[in-house]
């Protein structure tokens, strides 16, 4: 298995497979709340055969080319993810993801992995759009579109039914060109 070193802090990227199932869960639970607030994820996983189905899923996606999952490890713990939810690469389109327990806020963790994503995404499977659909009250993963230099493309009013309220998304993306371009210039802040 690889990994890729987001730093010289000890964090890790690393896919997130299903026999991974056991150490998802406790990390799923150690931030239930906290990763609830905005990400249907911890509704999706509540004990170890759904976490396994649910990453059994993400394999699936990755043999089929459809979407990819990858873990966030700080000094060999799982502590958040970021993934492809979905990608079409005969589009040339896919829209990235996050979450990350409390424990780990505030590092920078998810704005470099998903940069290390995005980077694989454009120059190995040659996608021209990255998309990052957010809740509207999300500020902090607004934030990480901001620093990876995406543009609001615009607000889905009352788009996402979740746990019975309708919500804003925002819709941010980047495209290849522009992300070429930020990078060759300098990295995001």
């Known amino acids: 298995m690889f990994s890729m070193s987001l730093g010289d802090d000890g964090a890790e990227l690393r896919p997130l497979e299903p026999?991974?199932?056991?150490?998802?869960?406790?990390?799923?639970?150690?931030?239930?709340?906290?990763?609830?607030?905005?990400?249907?994820?911890?509704?999706?996983?509540?004990?170890?055969?759904s976490a396994r189905t649910f990453l059994q899923r993400y394999a699936e996606k990755a043999a089929a080319d459809t979407g990819r999952i990858y873990g966030i490890w700080q000094d060999g713990t799982l502590v958040g993810g970021v993934?492809?939810?979905?990608?079409?690469?005969?589009?040339?389109?896919?829209?990235?993801?996050?979450?990350?327990?409390?424990?780990?806020?505030?590092?920078?963790?998810?704005?470099?992995?998903?940069?290390?994503?995005?980077?694989?995404?454009?120059?190995?499977?040659?996608?021209?759009?990255?998309?990052?659909?957010?809740?509207a009250a999300n500020t902090p993963s607004i934030n990480v579109a901001k620093r990876l230099g995406m543009t609001r493309d615009g607000v889905m009013r009352e788009e996402y039914l979740y746990r019975g309220v309708r919500h804003d998304t925002e819709i941010w993306s980047v495209l290849a060109p522009e992300w070429r371009a930020r990078r060759d210039t300098g990295p995001a802040a």
């Open 83 to 135: 993934l492809f939810r979905i990608m079409d690469v005969d589009a040339g389109n896919c829209e990235a993801g996050c979450w990350l327990e409390p424990a780990a806020v505030g590092r920078g963790l998810v704005t470099r992995a998903v940069r290390a994503i995005i980077d694989w995404a454009v120059d190995v499977r040659g996608l021209h759009r990255v998309e990052w659909h957010v809740d």
């Open 19 to 49: 026999w991974q199932a056991e150490e998802y869960l406790a990390h799923i639970d150690r931030g239930r709340e906290f990763i609830g607030r905005y990400v249907g994820l911890t509704d999706v996983v509540q004990d170890l055969p």
